[in-house]
């Protein structure tokens, strides 16, 4: 049931075609002003156009925010320290979005006076929830409208219908036909929907839009180098550059050399799976690289430890849990652990895959080439010591197979 009482709402404006249809179907609705918030999150080109069409569909109030260094610097980054993969697979780049999405229209919101906060994810999708998990957790008391869990616009047909009724304008792909679903953002672009909800079929090579294909990529294999500092990347070929920068740049080098492409089915939290697509050309990098310079720099038990933690943590994100205090709790952790994480990386990319050539320490590497060596050690390690803890750990297993 509409509350009536409803005049103002910030809605999270992309300026696709869902979140355009929905200021005129909130004016249309609920009657109330529409304030639209956008955040330029990296994701090229879009920012402009939206304001464009917000003015287009009689936006009054339009706020457009540069986000990607807090984006990069508060929220990719933690991520990262942690080796976060959803399911083993996925960087998580719409999910990590969301809560910085939701935390600037609560600001937005108590600014213009706004009775209430609205989004563009749909009822089947996991946006609502980090979306509105968010919002609650940063305003218990804030009003959320969610449009696809109200209106009869359950198709894309219906969707296209409405556009053109209310002479919304559609962009159209370069085969005249309506895009892909997707969201883009610094650390990725996603896409799903048209031909992906069948499993079986392979992805158009036209639906990338960032990286090369590994057939297309360069013939000759380029290196890199990456320093980290406390677990964070702040410098590429040693340049030192800012979080955004750096992760744009990376972007660039990996989409070059095919880096970042992958086709998954995921389990949603809302109970179903989906089949998306998604580019992270320079998270994928970092990620390599991080595992790297902490397989010389973490201790052995802390190291397995954070990998143990590691799908709770992911859990946490894609289900919309980055403001709670269990997660909250859990980055403390994490963040303690980098304090040592320091030193170099090469890398060489070539054709889709990343290769490790090279990582040091000069102050935190427990890399002990004594200890290590195959070659004559100086006394570092006495072999005999290998018999008493072969016979502690064999004890066990002796007495278990006695007959």
Known sequence: MKDKNIKKVVLAYSGGLDTSIIVKWLQDNYKCEVITYTADLGQKGEIESAKKKAEELGVKQIYLDNLKEEFTKDFIFPMLRANTLYEE??????????????????????????????????????????????????????KIIAPWREWDLNSRDKLLSYAALNKIPIEMDKKNTPPYSMDANLLHISYEGKVLEDPWCSPPEDMWRWTNSPQNAPDVAEE??????EGDPIAL?????????????????GAKNAIGRLDIIENRYVGMKSRGCYETPGGTIILQARRAIESVTLDREVAHLKTELMPK???????GFWWSPERENLQKFI????????????????????????????NNSLYNSNLATFDDDHGAYDHKDAQGFIALNALRLKNTTKK
């Open 224 to 229: 890199l180098e990456l320093e980290f500092f």
């Open 313 to 319: 943590y992911a859990n946490m994100i894609y289900n």
């Open 335 to 362: 963040d303690s652990t980098q304090k040592t994480v320091n030193g170099f990386v090469r890398l060489s990319l070539y054709k889709g895959n990343i290769t490790i050539e090279g990582r040091k320490s000069e």
């Open 237 to 253: 070929n040693g340049k030192k550059m800012s979080p955004a920068n750096l992760l744009e740049s990376l972007n660039d080098i």
């Open 89 to 142: 697979q996925y960087l998580l780049g719409t999910a990590i979005a969301r809560p910085l999405i939701s935390k600037k229209l609560i600001e937005v919101a108590k600014e213009c006076s706004a009775d209430a906060i609205s989004h563009g994810a749909t009822g089947k999708g996991n946006d609502q929830v980090r979306f509105e998990l968010s919002a609650y957790a940063l305003n218990p008391d804030i």
